[in-house]
């Protein structure tokens, strides 16, 4: 389905009963992010919110993509699995051998579909050149400052349009942009991305790079902005195979060698020089959940603003889990998972990304696995490819048990795994974002082999001992005073691993804790240990194991365990994981780490006072709350 605008979206959401309007005021600094990290925080993600009365010309649109069903009425489906149903039967009808002329020329009714689907530039100004800033303007927007120690207001759904200068070709993207000036931004793009490149080559040139960012029009625009695309594919290519309609470009009237959608709510053009100095931008309260640092990056200069008379700006928050990045990202697992089938991992069968992991550090992908060695060379595929390079854990299952019941899928793994041997550790790219590397973009990563395995694999030097239903977390921690808490109801589960928090106080302490651990009697058949700084709450586990994700470095952080058993020659394996809080003293870390994101008291106070007042349904505390006695001091980098 093709939307003519972010309007008839909004319309289209409202008659679902999908929207609210807020007709209160609320400011954009700091108040709409406290309001919607409430509702994106509901069961199903709430409703999408329109912010009518924010103190300047144009509401505020956010949340609008914040649940399964806003995602799937973003894209016009029915079920994200359509789309990746409909790319797989495009790939397995044109790799079909076509045998005769009637083969051929059954082709022609989809190619002419598939043109219909080519972005095509119009003649004249569209829609989102309606009214032109005669002096450009960022001020004016209701540009969001989403968190406390953020380094300003930022432009959290910009779809940002660059082009190579020796191609031509185009690249749409998705990077944050800070405000420094009236006519002056951040460009945060990181090194591996598309945007990044062309950057560098017309620094090779010694060119102004013209740059447009637009804000709303077609749902489908800002999602194919972030969806993971090879770097010679069209994002609007992809955009008109969504919506089934052609997306219609014109020229920018200050930087005309960039086109961008004619039905877009507002279009900021400008350019990007790369001969003048990078500026300091952020921090950043991230997708992570945590703050990302300040860093130095381009400038964007604006030369014209243009908007529709109607517009709307659309925003959205990224923060702790979960939030509306959570369902864009659930389109690209279940939209690429055809992609990957038919081009990379024949085998697969599923794949889920949990929010716990933010997208990159945790994956599971279901194989239908045939021989010995499957699971690896899975592996290897996947982190070869694009985006999938940035993954820090991979779990792999077989056609045994489904994925997406975590608890059966985690039974069955562990019934399966040898930590001695079944764990591949490995190094390579990492997301700029993750905190957790010892040096920044380049760390470990992990694959957890939860297939069943054939003899080739098995090890006769392990032995399999049955795990244990619970441990005695009370005599524990007085023997190790350092343990302040332990969760043992995974044990109970028939899933043999143990969350444990800890509280460091001298270099190697995991690992030493590790080994002492694992040789008490108690800990044989404990497959594997989770350690979490000791502010974390081991009983919430979702929370625990999205702080375990995000601070472990897989390589760095892993301490494998080959335990002698009574059996000569035999031994027992385990593993204990460091996922806590690293610094220079206790661990020779020498990256500042970053804070966890939480609102300050302030603003909650505010949306506490005028929650009745908003009319989105009864009051929800704030989800800060829980996490204010985890953070270290009150800035962006921790203080201890």
């Known amino acids: 389905m093709a939307y003519k605008n972010l309007r008839h979206f909004i319309d289209t959401l409202e008659q679902a009963g999908e929207l609210v309007r807020i007709k209160t005021y609320v400011n954009p600094e700091l108040e709409i992010a406290e309001v919607t990290d409430r509702i994106s925080k509901s069961p199903d993600g709430g409703k999408a919110l329109l912010f009518e009365n924010t ?12 649940s399964y069903k806003r995602m799937c009425m973003a894209l016009g489906v029915q079920e994200l699995d359509d789309v ?31 043109a219909s689907w080519m972005p095509k530039v119009v003649s004249g100004k569209g ?9 450009p303007d960022l001020s004016k927007l209701p540009v969001m400052k989403c968190w406390p120690k953020d380094g300003g207001p930022f432009i959290t759904l910009p779809v940002i349009h660059t082009k190579d200068p020796n191609t031509g070709s185009r690249n749409v993207g998705m990077y ?4 420094f000036e009236k006519d002056m ?40 902005a972030t969806a993971p695309l090879p770097e010679n594919v069209d994002e609007y290519m992809l955009a008109g195979f969504l919506r089934k309609k052609k997306v219609e470009l014109v020229r920018c009237i200050t930087q005309p060698e960039i086109e961008v959608p004619a039905d877009a709510d507002f279009v900021i053009e400008g350019y990007v020089d790369p001969a003048e100095e990078l500026i300091w931008e952020g921090p950043f309260g991230d997708h992570t959940g945590y703050y990302s640092l300040a860093d130095w990056y381009p400038r964007f200069h604006v030369t014209a603003i243009t908007h529709r008379k109607d517009a709307v700006y659309p925003s959205t928050i990224v923060g702790i889990p979960p939030q509306e990045d959570a369902w864009i990202g659930k389109a690209t697992e279940r939209i690429f998972l055809a992609p990957i089938k038919m081009t990379l991992v024949p085998e697969i069968i ?7 992991g933010v997208f990159h550090n945790l994956v599971i992908s279901q194989i239908h696995k ?52 079944d764990i591949y550790l490995s190094q390579g790219p990492m997301d700029v974002l993750d905190h957790s590397c010892s040096k920044m973009g380049f760390g470990g990563k992990m694959c957890i082999d939860g297939t069943r395995k054939y003899e080739e694999e098995i090890d006769s030097a392990y032995l399999q001992v049955s795990s244990p239903t619970t441990v005695d977390a009370k005599a524990i921690m007085q023997q190790f005073p350092e343990i302040k808490a332990i969760n043992s109801q995974l044990l109970a589960m028939d899933i043999s691993c143990l969350l444990v928090a800890i509280e460091k106080t001298r270099p190697f302490h995991v690992k030493e804790l590790t080994e002492q651990l694992y040789t008490l009697p108690a800990f044989a058949g404990i497959k594997m240990i989770l350690f979490v700084e000791h502010t974390v709450d081991v009983m919430d586990l979702p929370s625990a194991l999205w702080r375990f994700c995000n601070n472990l470095d897989p390589k760095r952080d892993s301490f494998i365990i080959h335990q002698p058993s009574q059996q000569p020659g035999k031994y027992i394996g385990g593993i204990g994981m460091d996922g806590t809080l690293k610094n220079k ?44 006695h985890q953070i270290y001091g009150e800035e962006a980098v921790v203080e201890l």
């Open 185 to 224: 931004t951040g460009m945060h793009w990181h090194k591996h991305k598309v945007s990044a490149k062309h950057f560098m080559e017309y620094k090779k040139l010694n060119k102004r790079m013209p740059v447009a960012v637009i804000l709303g029009g077609d749902p489908a625009y800002t999602y194919s």
């Open 370 to 421: 045939d021989y010995p060695g499957q699971a690896q060379k899975v592996m290897n595929a996947m982190w070869g490819a694009g985006q999938m390079m940035f993954n820090k854990i991979l779990v792999v299952a077989d056609q045994g048990e489904t994925i997406t019941d975590y608890k059966k899928l985690a039974q069955y793994v562990f019934r399966n795994l040898n930590p001695a041997t």
């Open 585 to 628: 003293v206790l661990d020779g870390f020498e990256r500042d780490w970053p804070n966890i994101i939480v609102a300050d008291d302030a603003t909650i106070a505010k949306i506490d006072a005028k929650w009745n007042e908003l009319n989105v349904g009864p009051f929800i505390a704030s989800p800060s709350l829980k996490y204010k």
């Open 84 to 114: 990746a149903k409909e790319i797989e039967g495009l790939f397995k009808m044109l790799s079909k051998p076509k045998e005769s002329i009637l083969d051929k020329l059954a082709l022609l009714p989809k190619l002419g579909q598939f």
């Open 127 to 135: 829609a989102c050149q309606e009214v032109v800033m005669t002096t």
């Open 55 to 66: 103190g300047y010309d144009f509401p505020v649109l956010i949340n609008s993509m914040g």
């Open 176 to 179: 944050r942009m800070q405000i």
């Open 350 to 356: 599923d794949m889920d990304m949990p929010v716990e």
